[in-house]
């Protein structure tokens, strides 16, 4: 049995606040929001700058990773998609090809996307590629590196795959969601809605409305 450490370099990209992290061992040892390196706000590019940021200050060797973590199920998210815009019918039209444009070009080659990135950088790609359920990300990045060994866990956001918000538990080092709701009832995708009509940036300006609250 190899006494090497397990690198497990985590990836969330192509949406909004693109990030990497790095796990050796079962610890963080890196993180690290591509916003950081472009100086754009809430960057969604693919982060190669926080990935070397992480890889080089978890001291990882060219061939030492054992696994990378992507955030969330692209193909999943993907059918999610497509069946909203059969049952918008004609009110879809105009957002249809955008959103198409956006998937066809980079969200649906995520796989490809992270290779290409991690052996630009001068890493060997692992032969471990993981797909976490969106929800199970959340849950994970608030309860793993928490001071608890067994949690209740609730997550509320737009919508992951197909999740808006969940309740789950955590014990030791595992996350189980229990129970879910579902696209389209989403209490974040409301939030977001009322910060348009606004006038501010959906997931930017959502903390602005929070601040107009009081």
């Known amino acids: 049995m190899s006494d090497a450490p397990t690198a497990v370099l985590g990836i969330s990209a192509l949406y909004h606040d693109a990030a990497a992290a790095l796990v050796v061992d079962g610890e963080i040892v890196a993180a690290a929001q591509q916003e950081r390196f472009s100086r754009k706000k809430h960057d969604p590019a693919f982060p190669l700058d926080a990935i070397r940021f992480c890889l080089r200050e978890g001291g990882v060797a060219p061939d030492g990773l054992t696994a990378v973590a992507y955030y969330d199920k692209p193909l999943t998210t993907f059918v999610r998609i497509l069946k909203s815009y059969v049952a918008a019918g004609p009110r879809g039209i105009r957002t249809f090809p955008k959103a198409m444009s956006e998937w066809s070009t980079k969200k649906l080659w995520t796989s490809l996307e992270i ?22 990300s959340h849950a994970a990045a608030a309860f793993l590196p928490s001071p608890f060994e067994r949690a ?7 919508v992951g795959e197909w999740a808006t918000s969940s309740i789950g538990v955590g014990r030791g080092r595992t996350v189980e969601l229990l129970r879910e709701q579902r696209f389209p009832d989403s209490l974040g995708l ?25």
């Open 115 to 136: 290779e290409r990135g991690i052996r630009s950088l001068g890493w060997a790609m692992p032969k471990d590629l993981l797909y976490a359920e969106h929800h199970v």
């Open 190 to 214: 409301l939030y977001s809605a009322f910060t348009a009509h606004c006038g501010f940036r959906v997931n930017s300006g959502e903390y602005k409305l929070m601040g107009l609250a009081p």
């Open 152 to 158: 209740a866990i609730i997550t509320m956001d737009g």
